[in-house]
């Protein structure tokens, strides 16, 4: 009995996967022919923008004055150069020369005024070479516009001139910067007039 129970329960599974598979089988798929590619227009690459033409300005040494608010002075000509300080509309400075950069990157005015630096802008100097009663011990000491030898040099200081401190940052001193520094404003933000030259 129990033989005929496990051939009859046999019969039946097969039966049934017999029938799941008769019921689940697919129709043979037809080939389907490949989607026709769209024809598009390929659209015309934008012409490239023509740099904007900078008006040229003629800059003399001598008194100038700035045209522009929160205008950056850096310690060399071009976007390169360090922010030092900013003037603002009507401050003095004095140029000292144009600068024309040969290759001035995108966006970037090629034309620059190198000007004495402002008096409210200070300058740093390596502390080992300042002495105890703050004097220069080389002959020729470097100035920079930061507190690195990374930072542009604006300017010199001679053995024994005396330097004051404004503050310190490791083994470098801000001081108040010497006659003689310089750096650099965009021409742009420049204006001389005759009254200027004078």
């Known amino acids: 009995m129990k033989t005929n129970g496990w051939k009859i329960l046999g019969a039946v599974l097969l039966a049934s996967t017999l029938t799941a598979r008769a019921d689940g089988q697919r129709e ?17 690459e934008p012409a ?21 608010n929160n205008v950056n002075v850096r310690g060399k000509a071009g976007y390169k150069g ?31 005024a190198k000007i004495n630096l402002p008096a409210s802008a200070h300058v740093w100097v390596h502390n080992a070479y300042i002495d105890a009663n703050k004097t220069v011990k080389p002959k020729k000491l470097n100035v920079r516009t930061g507190p690195g030898e990374n930072y542009s040099v604006i300017g010199t200081l001679e053995q024994g001139v005396a330097v004051k401190e404004v503050s310190a940052k490791g083994n ?14 965009a021409a742009s933000y420049l204006h001389q007039t005759a009254t200027d030259l004078a």
Do not use: R
């Open 48 to 68: 490239p923008k023509k740099a904007a033409v900078e008006k040229p300005i003629v800059l003399v040494p001598g008194n100038a004055t700035i045209s522009g």
């Open 28 to 44: 043979p798929e037809k080939p389907t022919a490949a989607p026709t590619k769209k024809a598009t227009t390929k659209k015309p």
């Open 82 to 112: 360090e922010v030092v300080t900013k003037l603002n509309n009507g401050d003095a400075v004095t140029v000292i020369e144009q600068v024309i950069l040969q290759k001035p990157k995108a966006g970037e005015p090629s034309q620059w």
């Open 172 to 185: 470098w001193l801000e001081i108040e910067a010497p006659t003689g520094a310089h750096a650099f404003v």
